[in-house]
């Protein structure tokens, strides 16, 4: 079994939606008109080589962010708080031919780990395979509900008609619901709420390594080091985050969020999350933790 990384263009994003800022102003309000961006950071979806067949996990953004019209500038996230920079060979499918793999044919699975538009943008390439999105976080996304809250709903490619799943209360270490992908459980599915209600991760097992592909659980591995949700989810994070470090204390796990900078040098050298050891007199852990 492989895991080969696809980097679908990058995205810059305002520096309050990476970290979630303290006071009083709602948080929404402070990334939109928070003045400081963040760097230019990749955007990441991932194929699992494995013996039952491809799995996709998220499907990155399309290079259509760039045509006039194709993001909804009515809406102020669009407006205010987010560029992209795609272009047509960076999309997920032509890079699989580039691997030997027809998208439209040898994928066998592609799971979502929520459905905003950086996830979801390169869907129209998997005709053929079974897509796995939470049911929930799919009725979420739906709909002029789901535009109100930032996904991109009436790009979908018009016969997505996905595999609607729940996790099961089936605890998996320490996340209380999980799904078996495969029939070795080498590829399980996890809940881990917090960025959007349904989030969910995908954990790969290849040579006692444990690659995690979290979607956006945090936007990088040294803001889950330091517990800091990001500044646009929900108050559930920070339970998810203390569970992915709990998880990383009993298996040697490779942390790979789909913005980090950090991930190929992490891939390449197998670098596990090291887990800090909570200092009593870290002031600003504590009150993170508080
Ligand atoms: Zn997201």
New binding site residues.
């Given amino acids: 079994m492989k895991i080969h990384r696809i980097e679908t263009g990058r995205v810059r994003i305002k520096k309050n939606q990476i970290s979630k800022q303290k006071g009083f102003a709602p948080q929404m309000l402070k990334v939109l008109f928070g003045k400081e961006w963040a760097e230019w950071v990749p955007i990441y979806a991932w194929v699992i080589d494995h013996p039952e067949g491809i799995i996709v996990v998220d499907t990155g953004e399309t290079s259509k962010t760039g045509q006039q019209g194709y993001l909804p500038n009515w809406h102020p996230y669009y407006a205010f708080a987010v560029a992209f920079d795609v272009k047509p060979e960076n999309e997920i499918g032509p890079q699989l031919v580039q691997l030997g793999i027809d998208p439209s044919k040898d994928v066998k699975k592609v799971i979502m780990t ?1 459905m ?1 538009t ?2 979801a943008g390169g869907l129209h390439h998997f005709r053929n395979a079974e897509i796995l999105i939470e049911e929930n976080e799919f009725k979420e996304a739906s709909g002029f509900t789901g535009m109100l809250a930032g996904y991109l709903p009436h790009r979908w490619p018009k016969w997505l008609k996905p595999t609607l799943i729940t996790l099961p209360n089936d605890p998996y270490f320490s996340f209380s619901k999980s799904m078996a992908v495969t029939a070795d459980r080498k590829v399980m599915i996890v809940s881990t709420p917090g ?2 209600t349904n989030h969910l991760s995908v954990i790969v097992e290849v040579d006692d390594l444990h690659y995690f592909i979290a ?2 659980t945090s936007y990088t591995e040294q803001n889950l080091l330091k517990l800091i949700p990001d500044g646009i989810g929900t108050d559930q994070s920070l339970k998810t985050l203390k569970n992915i470090l709990s998880f990383s204390e009993s298996n040697p796990t490779i942390y790979l969020p789909s913005h980090d900078p950090q991930n190929p040098d992490r891939m390449a050298n197998r670098k596990t999350v090291s887990v800090i050891k909570k200092d009593p007199k870290d002031k600003k852990l504590q009150e993170v933790l508080a």
């Fill in positions: 929520h905003h950086d996830h960025h959007v979607g956006d």
